[in-house]
């Protein structure tokens, strides 16, 4: 921490010469019952400025993100509370999973459903009859027009029974690319990516085909749909191979600086300046050669704020125009962290035997190019709902969907809409299954050699 921590200068008791010497330092040390609360202690402004600090009690237990896999029936959702009833609540279909069980069922985007094996969901049972042990059963659709529900209906030997879906939970490994398509609009062949997966390694070389297909159709826009995106796996490198898909034209030029605490960035501009600045690149790990489309603009799709994307769109500014379509500001973390072993340089390599402990501290901020960084966060260009309209959802990847739709105005011209009227009809949003899955953001991580400055 006094190596390498941001805010080293912002600590006394990180200051070099806070401790004479070595009793007086384990006597400081025994002051604190456990390790967290020691490293706690010496963290700046938590958690206002500092959030993403952590120690980690047994480093073995970290692991690299694993291909994401679920056991699901394919239905993505969300619940409101149904108007005018106390208990009763409403399930509507956000989209449907590739491959999944539902993708066979006739159930879309857009529908709704009521009950579940005829049970009728509530604020107290809906959780349990949706995602506990059961692991098929038949959910009863409905019609719903902002006010009333009412149940739907079949006609079977002249018998009118209820409409049902019957859906069955199966392990699922979740598409790398959910949608790549292109899109002729106007003057533009556009290429609509949404992307649902996280940003680790797992799927770069997947982001790299799609964006083959689009450089093979002669794709000249890019909207990056990250609206139910569930984060993760967010290392600098990998955010500088899809900044490098997009462009592609900026091949070993600065794509992100690092800018450490005021001791370790003298010693980094004096033995390793290049370790201060992540390049745009034109390969996958030194291996796959990049499909790069050369774009001058990027729309980006966000719904809320995420650490990745506010990287993307701070490096990519100082290149390129980069659009941010969102339901607010972003939330500015604009800085890395690290693990750190106790090791003489601090790597996994040669770590103390005598116990577990890690730490990742934020160790740098992040700038781009122009030295501009993101403290701030972005305001959008056009400024989005964090709750779609239930009731005029559309097809996602097609014009019928209102957002990509006012996205798809913007690319060929036309000014953005002013501010929508969200949730018009007053719902109680209670529950939504692909919020339910994200990641919880841990900022940006790097990897890199440090030397024992001590």
Request: hydrophobic share 35%; glycine share 6%.
């Amino acid at each position: 921490m006094n190596a390498y921590y941001l805010y080293q200068d912002q600590i006394p008791d990180l200051a070099d010469r806070r401790f004479i010497n070595q009793p007086e330092l384990n006597s400081y040390l025994r002051g604190f019952a456990t390790p967290n609360s020691l490293f706690l202690n010496l963290l700046y402004d938590r958690p206002n400025t500092d959030n993403k600090s952590a120690l980690l009690d047994d480093f073995n237990l970290m692991q690299q993100p694993a291909l994401r896999v679920s056991t699901t029936h394919g239905v993505e959702y969300g619940i409101i509370a149904e108007p005018g009833s106390a208990e009763n609540v409403l399930g509507y279909v956000q989209y449907i999973l590739p491959n999944s069980n539902a993708s066979s069922q006739p159930i879309a985007r857009g529908d709704f459903f009521y009950a579940v094996d005829d049970v009728q969901l509530t604020r107290g049972n809906f959780n349990s009859l949706l995602n506990g042990a059961t692991n098929s059963y038949a959910l009863y659709m409905a019609s719903f027009d902002g006010t009333i529900v009412t149940a739907d209906s079949i006609t079977e030997n002249t018998v009118k029974v209820p409409r049902t879906i019957p859906l069955t939970k199966t392990e699922h490994s979740h598409t790398p690319v959910f949608m790549a398509k292109n899109i002729v609009n106007g003057t533009n062949n556009i290429g609509y990516l949404m992307y649902n997966n996280d940003f680790s390694t797992n799927y770069i070389n997947d982001l790299n085909t799609s964006f083959l297909q689009f450089k093979n159709q002669g794709v000249n826009q890019l909207i990056l749909d990250l609206r139910y995106n569930v984060g993760g796996g967010s290392f600098i490198k990998n955010m500088s191979q899809i900044a490098t898909m997009i462009t592609g034209q900026f091949t070993n030029e600065t794509f992100a600086k690092k800018r450490w605490n005021s001791k370790a960035q003298t010693w980094f501009e004096v033995n390793q300046p290049d370790s201060l600045i992540t390049k745009f690149t034109n390969r996958i790990y030194n291996s796959d050669p990049v499909n790069s489309l050369g774009l001058t603009d990027l729309y980006i799709i966000l719904n809320g704020s995420s650490s990745a994307a506010e990287l993307l769109i701070n490096s990519l500014e100082s290149h390129i125009n980069v659009h941010v379509i969102n339901s607010g500001n972003t939330n500015g973390n604009n800085s890395v962290s690290m693990t750190l072993y106790n090791s003489i340089d601090y790597d996994s390599i040669g770590n103390s035997a005598n116990h577990t402990v890690a730490i990742q501290p934020i160790v740098a901020e992040l700038l781009n190019s122009n030295d501009n960084t993101y403290e701030n966060g972005f305001t959008p260009l056009l400024l989005t709902c964090s709750q779609e309209t239930i009731l005029n959802l559309g097809v996602l990847g097609e014009t019928s969907d209102p957002l990509l739709n006012e996205v798809l105005n913007i690319v060929n011209g036309m000014p953005p809409s002013p501010p929508a009227i969200c949730n018009p009809n007053n719902f109680t949003f209670l529950y939504n299954s692909v919020s339910n899955q994200r990641i919880i953001d841990t900022g940006i991580f790097i990897k890199q050699n440090l030397p024992n400055t001590n």
